[in-house]
């Protein structure tokens, strides 16, 4: 799973002990609609530290109580969070509980059960995109199409910087993001073994969104 193989420079495996361990306790089968969603959050609030450790600050003079000093501050506001629905749903509250500020665009795809290719049905972002670093979201980088159909769109709104973050992938959702888009970084919390006949990734976690939704 989390191989030892050489990772390209621009694939962040999150491997801190508390980010596996709650995914650990995610893959579990047994674990209910509530736990899952829980830890989702708690793991999307840890990674997000991981997704923005880059991010610029900027100088502000402030007053502590004993003296005037200059201090660094970020612009949450020029981040944006890109959900693809509805699964990126699922990760918005922990990554915005780290970074209020941020805003969030939705982005809808759903998989043709074909083709596996991704059709867009939903597309509203902030204004002024150009502006602003994205770091769209999806638990599961499987097949890639979805995620590089998203990327793909954002990238005509030109934003500064696009980041990619999932908690879970394979080496063919990474083969073929790496392919699309070799600029976008991505971060994840695990690569797993394969992708199997129907898009999902083995051993996996199942179908994120009925998981996070209780819908299955
Ligand atoms: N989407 C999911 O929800 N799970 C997978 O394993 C692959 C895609």
């Known amino acids: 799973m989390n191989s030892p193989i050489p990772l390209p ?3 962040h495996l999150i ?28 793991l999307s609030s840890l990674m997000a530290y991981e997704v923005t450790r880059d991010m610029a600050t900027q100088d502000v003079e402030i007053e502590t109580p004993l003296e005037t000093m200059t201090a660094k501050v970020i612009d949450g506001k020029k981040l944006v969070f890109v959900s693809i629905l ?6 918005l509250d922990g990554v915005l509980s780290v970074v209020p500020g941020a805003r969030v665009g939705h982005i809808g ?10 059709v ?4 509203k972002m902030p204004k002024d995109m150009q502006e602003r670093d994205v770091v769209v979201v999806d638990p599961m980088l499987a ?30 959702g990474l083969a073929a993001m790496h392919k699309a888009h070799p600029d976008v ?10 992708l199997n006949d129907h898009g999902y990734i083995l051993p996996g976690l199942g179908d ?9």
């Not at 994120?208 to 299955?216: E, H, S, Y």
């Open 208 to 216: 994120a969104g009925d998981r996070i939704f209780g819908t299955q």
């Open 109 to 118: 795809l759903y998989r043709d059960p074909k083709t596996l290719e991704a």
């Open 143 to 172: 097949t890639g199409n979805s995620a590089s159909a998203a990327v793909t769109r954002l990238k005509q709104l030109k934003p500064k910087s696009i980041k990619f973050l999932c908690l879970l992938t394979c080496p063919e």
């Open 15 to 42: 491997d801190h002990p508390l980010v596996q361990h709650k995914l650990t306790l995610m893959r579990n089968k047994e674990a209910s609609t509530n736990s899952f969603r829980r830890l989702l959050n708690e």
């Open 185 to 194: 970084s991505i971060y994840t919390a695990a690569i797993d073994r394969e």
């Open 9 to 11: 420079a621009n694939v």
């Open 86 to 91: 509805r699964a990126g749903n699922g990760i």
């Open 120 to 123: 867009e049905y939903y597309f």
